[in-house]
């Protein structure tokens, strides 16, 4: 049961720009949590949001939260060469149930 | 440093061959999780485990089975392998209502 979708499927941007990848989900959160694959390796957690936060920030990621929309989006900014890789959302209706993943967004970012 | 890992990277067998894999945490974390990811069609859950001698069914658990002896060993067990098993098989774990931490994958490719 997919309960995230990622848009654009795919994203490719040069070296310095933003770039920006929502999430769509369908039934009420516990928390929502981004993760990057780098391509044939495992998934890493970037950042949780839970459902009472709006917006939060690591380094240049900033993720913000739309309860009322069931949405979200995650920013990198000043993106490089290194962040080239696929982008997760992944939805947990409560502290105790299975993470619910997208199919991710591909993106690349050309030097 | 946390840590799972998973027994092999790559992994050829044969159809209907009994297939094992390994996975471990060194994180005491309650909760372990097996997906496999397919092109197109993202991370799909197989089989989760909340506590030691524990599993659940996940979206896709037909000819898969789990065990789990110890709090830090989860192992998938392919009864007997298909050519539709062809895929990459992740293994996460978490403590409830936090992030998951991934092993690197097995890309298994049945014969």
């Known amino acids: 049961s997919q309960q995230g979708e990622e848009d654009p499927q795919a994203l490719s941007i040069q070296e310095g720009e933003n770039a920006t990848m929502n999430c769509s989900y369908k039934?009420?959160?516990?928390?929502l949590q981004w993760y990057r694959q780098n391509s044939g390796r495992g998934l890493v957690h970037l950042i949780l949001?839970?459902?009472?936060?709006r917006e939060k920030h690591s380094g240049r990621l900033r993720v913000t939260l739309d309860t009322s929309k069931k949405s979200s989006s995650l920013l990198i900014t000043a993106s490089r060469a290194a962040d080239t890789a696929s982008y997760f959302c992944?939805?947990?209706?409560?502290?105790?149930?299975?993470?619910?993943f997208g199919k991710g967004t591909r993106l690349s970012v050309i030097a | 440093d946390v840590k799972v890992t998973q027994s092999s990277r790559y992994l050829v067998k044969r159809t209907g061959e009994k297939v094992f894999l390994e996975c471990v945490q060194d994180?005491?974390?309650?909760?372990m999780f097996w997906y496999r990811q397919d092109p197109g069609l993202g991370l799909r859950l197989i089989y989760f485990?909340?506590?030691?001698?524990?599993?659940e069914k996940g979206d896709i658990p037909e000819g898969y089975s789990v065990s789990r002896e110890k709090k830090e060993r989860f192992s998938l067990i392919l009864e007997s392998a298909s050519t539709n098993q062809t895929s990459m098989y992740l293994c996460?774990?978490?403590?409830?209502?936090?992030?998951?931490?991934f092993g690197p994958g097995t890309r298994l490719t049945v014969t």
């Open positions: 996460a774990s978490t403590t409830s209502g936090y992030e998951q931490y």
């Open positions: 039934t009420s959160i516990n928390n």
């Open positions: 949001i839970r459902s009472n936060e």
């Open positions: 992944a939805t947990a209706q409560s502290g105790n149930t299975p993470l619910v």
């Open positions: 994180m005491d974390h309650e909760n």
């Open positions: 485990s909340y506590d030691v001698k524990m599993k």
